[in-house]
């Protein structure tokens, strides 16, 4: 009887493993697809009792709910007088000095921090409202992330001179998309990015970039995940490039996180882009991809939902330079998680196979 009850959890346990090792079969750029995306904040900063920051509230609210698509971005209000608001936790040192005030405040999930994207006077307007989520870059970089591993968002210094399209670095950047589209079937694109540009500015100051900054390179993958930090300058190599890349193309997201490869930028997707992606795993649909990242998407929630307690403001200029979490932050439990359960698995094919030779023993005695 022991015997058999010790096969059965030997057989247990080696189906428990490998069940979980086909769970982290999933390629890095395809879970992007389905995981939780960083949730940036609109915030409205005023007294509790000012009647003009609630109709601010109602028209966000009713502009966010019957915005087409997905959004990450949510609506909040701010108490300016509350003595117990977390300034720290919006980017802020303090309580702006006029009120009332909207505030565009980015999220890290992966390392807990908030940062400062910009701010309107008492409210943004309905074109600067479709700015936030909405760009002409950002419009083609949603298609075209939906059809490779990953898209080049390439910004160089000199924007503004004639011939900069025949520059070096951008004939290097072109080698290696074309490159990638000769030997894969998914390839890589590459989008100039203008920081010149009016209509690109949300997305600039996302970045961390400035007017007179040098070369910068950011590999975008899923729905707008910017890896960071991004390649500035000499960095911007055929090598560290492929480097990023290979990131991506793994095939076990457990052990690297999503939230620590980098943020989300504010990015509409619609529901007619997400039917368009393509997968890096062929034999793989979307519903079934669903189901392979839930166990992720709930280890995500639960780092947004704690992550408050550790914010901090990252100094203006510097928001393209988020760190990775620390060890033993939440952004590593799935990996932590999957390791003890193995674990645990060899155990039980060790105490099961043993424990029968062992008595064995014990009996020819």
């Known amino acids: 009887m022991f015997r058999r009850l010790n096969h059965i959890l030997a057989v247990g346990s080696v189906s428990c493993a490998v069940a979980f090792a086909a769970a982290c079969e999933i390629r890095v750029r395809d879970s992007a697809f389905r995981s939780a995306r960083d949730i940036h904040r609109l915030c409205i900063v005023a007294e509790a009792s000012d009647d003009a ?37 919006l980017g802020l040192p303090s309580a702006p000095p006029g009120l009332p005030v909207t505030v565009l405040v980015g999220r890290n999930n992966g390392s807990g921090e908030s940062f400062l994207i910009d701010h309107w006077e008492p409210a943004p307007s309905d074109e600067q409202l479709a700015s936030i989520v909405d760009s002409p870059l950002r419009h083609r970089l949603a298609r075209e992330l939906a059809e490779n591993i990953a898209v080049l968002v390439f910004s160089p210094s000199n924007s503004d001179l004639p011939g900069n399209s025949d520059s070096s670095v951008v004939n290097v950047l072109r080698s290696i998309v074309q490159t990638r589209i000769a030997e894969e079937r998914l390839g890589l694109s590459l989008i100039m990015l203008d920081r010149y540009a009016a209509e690109e500015q949300l997305l600039c100051r996302f970045i961390g970039l400035r007017p007179d900054g040098p070369d910068t390179l950011c590999v975008a993958f899923g729905r707008g995940k910017l890896m960071s930090p991004p390649l500035v300058g000499d960095e911007i190599t055929a090598q560290n490039i492929e480097k990023l890349v290979a990131q991506i193309r793994q095939t076990c997201s457990c052990s690297k996180p999503l939230p620590t490869m980098g943020v989300d930028i504010p990015l509409l ?4 882009i997400d039917q368009a992606v393509v997968l890096l795993d062929q034999e793989l649909s ?21 992550s408050d307690a550790a914010t901090i403001a990252i100094p203006p200029g510097r928001q393209a330079e988020a760190p990775h979490a620390g060890p033993g932050s939440i952004a590593d439990w799935p990996a932590i998680i999957l390791l003890g359960i193995l674990l645990l698995c060899v155990v039980w094919i060790v105490f099961a196979f043993a424990w029968p030779r062992r008595s064995q023993t014990d009996s020819t005695i």
């Open 269 to 272: 997707w619609p529901d007619e």
């Open 286 to 306: 979307l519903s079934e991809l669903d189901a392979e990242v839930q166990n992720m998407m709930a280890a995500k929630a639960i780092g947004k939902t704690n």
């Open 53 to 89: 920051a609630a109709k601010i509230e109602t028209r966000l609210r009713q502009w966010l709910a019957t915005t087409p698509g997905d959004v990450n971005l949510e609506v909040m209000r701010v108490a300016a007088d509350d003595p117990d608001t977390n300034w720290r936790a």
